[in-house]
């Protein structure tokens, strides 16, 4: 949870008059969030959201985020739509960082995983991928496979600090999942990162995707694997089959799903897991002491790595 | 920064439904605040702020602050006022804690103080001080003369590695205070911790005062001394002379303040300056490094102290 940016009363009030959303009344910085600053401001037209672009997000990819949220709502997803201001620009400069005002999406992410948000997170996520077939840019995906080994070697000394063991386990890993990962699957813009606090309900229902800058080009199955892991497993580590089976069945439901891939699934899963250990282990290491943002346990994603790769078939998720 | 208890939907929504605030349709955590969780909340009738309780405010604490916002509410002072429900209670349980629903205040805390800000933050405070002087209960301060000693003791052994020599300078400097702290100055309900980030502006004019959990009954120039320090003094540590006769100034317009207040100020400010560095001490040796709350810097209150140790007259603030 953090506030990077501090943007003052001044700034803000001009900024905000380029667009045609009415007069400033408040502005409170988010705590959700790890990768921007959000704020939520009220104007006397309602609420919106304010997002200042930190470094952890390329400049040169904010084009095709703001591209990718225009094309994604005009195909009738809920997801945050960036305004233009009064010169038809999306993208502005706020307290030195890239700034973008977007459309406020009622909803509460759900603390508490039900199967039945299994089953909408399913039927979206599909929804999702077939809005995006059509779009142009294919940013690729830098936490894909090619990208977990380099970011290992960043913090692999430090590892055993956290499991004794960890490093040699990784790396057994990683040269299986290397020799293993399948290609040809089918491919599109994918959210790559659908966690919970990522996906807004309204009662039983799905209300909208937020937070898509981990969006990329890469194949869709790897978005369905990431939120198994996130949305499959409870808190005390066991896999709820249940839930698994209604994800996987509501995806169904909407984009076809071809033999190749649900064969691939567990092993897209277990590279799913690898990848979220990763960047969480990476995360752990390199977090001082005074950081805004708390760093996630590492330890999670290990248990969920070790139920895959314990996993003899796809009967073990379910899947048949 | 901080929200340190999650709210499930399920249980928001229920405890939403027991106002009349009308439906429930976003809650996002507020990244501000230090003491409390916050939320903002948006239903169909406009923005609320739900605060959660923790530890560190004190339960049987809770009453006093909900009458004494009700009452400054009554009297005209732009502060939250916490909702009843509709058994017209102020005060409900939440996640486990204490929690209330307040007005939304509009407004955003100034980021660069300007003398203009000093001059309305003056008014507002003698205002609020007017206010609540026939407010009836009398929670002591923990936090002024007779708190700070055992306060220093919790963290003595770690001064030094802070600054060396930090130690000794706070044991002088408290037995300093010790001997001279004024007694019989005129008392009242103070806030406390009047800081930029819990005074509202709309512009240049004051739109509200917020947080309002370390209001006591104590001298209502220790109230002005922490505004003075917190307002007062530039980033560089300067201490800027005109916005501190625009604080006292326009405090005085609304509150007669007596010769006794006005001598007693620069000791008071010292003794203010004591009290933050303390506790910013306590809270930079004590926070843990996976802590949701980045501990403020002590040295900011060191330098203060240092400037109040070495003014040699009233004049040095622009009092006379």
Redesign the interface.
């Known amino acids: 949870?953090?506030?990077y940016t501090?943007?003052?009363?001044?700034e803000?009030t001009s900024f905000v008059e380029n667009f045609s959303i009415g007069n400033l009344?408040?502005?409170?910085?988010?705590?959700?969030g790890v990768e921007n600053t959000n704020y939520?401001i009220?104007t006397d037209q309602g609420?919106f959201i304010l997002t200042l672009y930190e470094k952890r997000v390329k400049e040169e990819d904010l084009p095709f985020f703001m591209n990718l949220l225009e094309h994604l709502s005009r195909k009738g997803i809920i997801c945050p739509t960036p305004l233009k201001n009064k010169k038809g620009e999306a993208l502005g400069v706020l307290a030195e960082r890239p700034a973008a005002i977007f459309t406020?999406?009622?909803?509460?992410?759900?603390?508490?995983i039900q199967p039945v948000h299994c089953a909408e997170l399913g039927r979206t996520l599909a929804e999702f991928h077939v809005a995006g077939a059509d779009f142009e840019t294919k940013r690729p995906n830098d936490l894909s496979i090619d990208g977990w080994r380099p970011l290992f070697e960043k913090c692999a000394e430090h590892c055993d600090d956290v499991i004794p063991g960890l490093a040699t386990e990784i790396e057994t890993e990683l040269d299986f999942l290397e020799a293993n990962w399948p290609k040809n699957l089918a491919k599109g813009i994918i959210h790559a990162d659908a966690f919970p606090d990522n996906v807004f309900?309204?009662g039983d229902k799905c209300s909208g995707l937020i937070d898509f800058y981990f969006a990329c080009y890469d194949v869709f199955i790897y978005d369905l694997a990431i939120c198994m892991n996130a949305w499959c497993f409870e808190r005390d580590g066991d896999f709820n089959v249940t839930k698994a089976k209604l994800l996987l069945s509501n995806y169904r439901k909407v984009r076809v799903v071809s033999d190749e891939e649900i064969t691939a699934l567990p092993l897209i899963a277990r590279g799913a897991a690898v990848r979220f250990l990763l960047t969480r282990l990476y995360d752990w290491v390199n977090?001082p002491?005074?950081?805004?943002v708390?760093?996630k346990d590492p330890l999670e994603y290990y248990k969920i790595l070790k139920f895959h790769q314990a996993a003899r078939s796809n009967s073990d998720y379910g899947l048949k």
């Open positions: 949870m953090a506030v501090e943007v003052s009363d001044v803000l009344l408040s502005c409170k910085g988010i705590a959700e939520i009220q609420p406020f999406l009622p909803g509460m992410w759900p603390r508490k309900f309204r977090t002491k005074d950081a805004m708390k760093p």
